[in-house]
């Protein structure tokens, strides 16, 4: 398999095709992970070919390292450097388990130290980074799984001799592994050095996203050195009490976060605080974690412009004012949703799967609680509004919807916060019942230029962000 190692030699990329030996596992042996069941000697022929070819690295396990350099007998051209490296697929040790693998690598005459470990909490990046930066020796530090994808695309930043990417996303060498064209299409990967700001969206799960496509593109266009990253927690504090540099200076904060990340903010915007849900976490110069939360206007905007078209959000009395408005869900969205609701003058009615939190979020908003399976029947009146703020429908579980097709004819207009896929089940249902519809994409634009706004003081590039939802969801 041949791989592009992206090499960043003081932040100056260079993408080299390289023929790993060892880098595709299906040439790593089967006692480091891989899939190479045959012998040393086979092996270490190819990797010494390889170097009379003249490959620029060749990338050898510490096991074997010193079988091999006897094999070579010291006889390396020059030009080719040799990377001992060590693989572990379970998890990542503490940063001194890691120093000290890092001196046992230099020890055997490594020119490049690499080691890759497992992810099994977003956490565990830290101390790859943290040894990665005080490495003295040219070092590739890389964690694998989806929890490991910051280690792979912040590697210029945090000091790393080169990261890798696949060509075939299809086929990957390592868990989490992204392409090369993902690294350097979204990531924009050439240009991340030790003063680029990391942003990003906190959820579980988050390869749904399309924000980190969005942002990306948004932050490449005016020039802001920021790379924003799906970033797949578990625990929010404990994300943001890890990663608590400056640099790291602006999250989204999405499902299911979006609640606990009010008691994880030092400050609150006032709709945020009334709400009770933030989206939008900007760590300021001094440290302290500001909540917002661009939901609200993004869903209600995108609702007023749906029921009575374009400029209603700034129509003196709103397209809400007087309507009933039903919310499926009482999590951060549906709060958020039901707050801006009757801010403009609706009557909300709001349905959960848990009772108690439809009763909690109807009072707080001066409304009624309904319980799910009442929405099959429930219709007081004619002009309803529904807007759906779980995530039923959203990718990969496209077949969920929060009610029965044969309900939808009691409503005037659905809603669905879900962007993943565009066209839910419960809009294409919607639809097919006649109904008005109004699609989450715009929700996600709106509030999508809220937050960009705040990570970057820069006025949010409103046309680039839709053609960039049109084209990606
Ligand atoms: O990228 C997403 O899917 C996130 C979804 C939301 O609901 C927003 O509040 C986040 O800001 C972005």
Not at 5 to 24: D, G
Request: glycine share 8%.
């Amino acid at each position: 398999m041949a791989y592009v190692a992206l090499h960043m030699k003081y932040s100056v990329l260079q993408v080299e095709s390289i023929l790993f030996k060892t880098a595709s596992r299906n040439i790593i042996p089967n006692w480091e992970g891989g899939q190479y069941e045959g012998d040393d000697a086979t092996r270490f022929e190819a990797l010494r070919l390889a170097m009379e070819l003249g490959v620029d690295y060749v990338d050898i396990e510490l096991k074997v390292a010193d079988k091999f350099i006897s094999f070579i007998s010291g006889s390396k051209p020059d030009k080719c450097k040799l990377i001992v490296s060590s693989h572990n697929y379970q998890s990542t040790p503490s940063c001194e388990e890691l120093a000290d693998l890092v001196a046992r690598i230099q020890a055997v005459g490594a020119d490049i130290v690499k080691i890759a470990t497992t992810a099994t909490d977003i956490v565990d990046v830290s101390r790859m980074f943290q040894v990665m930066v005080h490495c003295q020796v040219p070092m590739i530090g890389l964690v694998m799984s989806e929890k490991g994808l910051m280690s792979r695309v912040l590697s210029p930043k945090f000091g790393g001799y080169l990261t890798f990417g696949t060509i075939d996303a299809t086929k990957l060498s390592a868990s989490g592994q992204p392409t090369i064209e993902e690294l350097l299409d979204i990531y924009n990967i050439r240009h991340i050095g030790p003063d680029t700001k990391v942003l990003g969206l906190i959820a579980n799960p988050v390869k749904q996203s399309k924000s980190p496509i969005l942002h990306n593109k948004c932050l490449q266009s005016v020039g802001y050195n920021a790379v924003y990253l799906p970033l797949l927690a578990d625990d929010l504090a404990r994300f943001l009490s890890t990663y608590s540099s400056p640099d790291f200076s602006g999250f989204s904060c999405s499902l299911p976060f979006k609640v606990d990340a009010v008691q994880c903010c030092h400050e609150h915007d006032p709709i945020a605080k009334s709400i009770g849900a933030i989206n939008t976490i900007i760590r300021r110069p001094d440290g302290k974690l500001v909540g917002y939360n661009t939901d609200y206007i993004g869903a209600i905007s995108a609702i007023e412009d749906g029921i009575g078209g374009p400029g209603s959000k700034d129509a003196a009395v709103s397209p809400l004012s007087g309507r009933l408005v039903v919310v499926v869900g009482a999590g951060g969205a549906g709060k958020a949703i039901a707050y801006g609701a009757k801010e403009k003058g609706a009557r909300v009615v709001v349905a959960n799967r848990t009772y108690e939190k439809a009763v909690s979020l109807a009072a707080a908003v001066g409304g009624h609680a309904l319980r799910l399976a009442e929405l099959e029947t429930f219709r007081p009146e004619e002009g309803m509004i529904l807007a759906n703020a779980t995530s039923l429908g959203m990718y990969p579980n496209v077949d969920g919807t929060p009610i029965p097709k044969k309900a939808l004819s009691f409503y005037d207009v659905v809603f669905d916060v879900v962007y993943a896929p565009k066209v839910t089940r419960l809009l294409r249902e919607a639809e097919e019942s006649g109904v008005k519809v109004v699609s989450g994409v715009e929700m996600f634009v709106r509030q999508a230029m809220g937050q960009f706004e705040r990570f970057t003081g820069i006025e949010a590039p409103e046309s680039l962000m839709r053609e960039i939802a049109a084209k990606y969801t």
